[in-house]
Nanobody
Framework: QVQLVESGGGLVQAGGSLRLSCAAS????????MGWFRQVPGKQRDLVAI???????NYADSVKDRFTISRDNAKDTVNLQMNNLKPDDTAVYYC????????WGQGTQVTVSS
């Protein structure tokens, strides 16, 4: 069974930085796309950034030029470097991995204070 374990969330002041990490385990298969989504209470889960196995990336407009997604295919990890954080970035961040079926991490809280 695929498991995704996230780390790196926390509380930061506006303008600060955080780095989220996610490690996949439990299978010898390699994921296709890996990505990060975020969700605030009462709203849908939205895409933040996604990266293909070949390294192509796509970002939500709201995080372009501030966030950078990367992955290590050998270790099946995906990271999200978040710079110049804003209060609107406050959310629970979820890691996602596509093994022809989507698997999700448990979520990590990111809180940005003004």
């Amino acid at each position: 069974q695929v498991q995704l374990v996230e780390s790196g969330g926390g509380l930061v002041q506006a303008g600060g930085s955080l780095r989220l990490s996610c490690a996949a385990s439990g299978t010898v298969l390699k994921p296709n796309n890996m990505g990060w989504f975020r969700q605030v209470p009462g709203k849908q889960r939205d895409l933040v950034a996604i990266i293909t196995s070949g390294g192509n990336t796509n970002y939500a407009d709201s995080v372009k030029d501030r966030f950078t997604i990367s992955r290590d295919n050998a270790k099946d990890t995906v990271n999200l470097q978040m710079n110049n954080l804003k209060p609107d970035d406050t959310a629970v961040y979820y890691c996602d991995a596509d093994y022809l079926k989507d698997y999700w991490g448990q979520g990590t809280q990111v809180t940005v204070s003004s």
